[in-house]
Nanobody, 122 residues
Framework: QAQLVESGGGSVAPGGSLRLSCAAS????????IGWFRQAPGKEREFVAL????????LVADSVKDRFTVSRGDAANIAWLQMNDLKPEDTAVYYC???????????????WGQGTQVTVAP
């Protein structure tokens, strides 16, 4: 199974943008779903967005759907999470992971990356 590595995190002022990447070391099959989750200190892991690899069908959490979009590359095993108009409450470690179930439940996902820190502060 492909290993996943996140990148693109950093510190940004409120209202700023970041684009996170989730790169797979091997092939991502069309039946796979790549999910994005985040976890802030002291809080549970939270679903952010997912993309079904083959159809590119996406789902974005209501809390961020007006600001975040998820997509994938056509020629490479990479997915992106574009985050606009970032707010302090978006501060968290962001992870990508893989599943074959169309679900927002993090327990169904595996192949978790190491995470990338996003900090939104003045």
């Amino acid at each position: 199974q492909a290993q996943l590595v996140e990148s693109g995190g950093g510190s940004v002022a409120p209202g700023g943008s970041l684009r996170l990447s989730c790169a797979a070391s091997g092939r991502i099959f069309s039946s796979s779903i790549i999910g994005w989750f985040r976890q802030a200190p002291g809080k549970e892991r939270e679903f952010v967005a997912l993309i079904r690899w083959g159809t590119q069908r996406t789902l974005v959490a209501d809390s961020v759907k007006d600001r975040f979009t998820v997509s994938r590359g056509d020629a490479a095993n990479i997915a992106w999470l574009q985050m606009n108009d970032l707010k302090p409450e978006d501060t968290a470690v962001y992870y990508c992971a893989r599943t074959v179930q169309y679900t927002t439940n993090h327990l169904a996902y595996n192949n978790w990356g190491q995470g990338t820190q996003v900090t939104v502060a003045p």
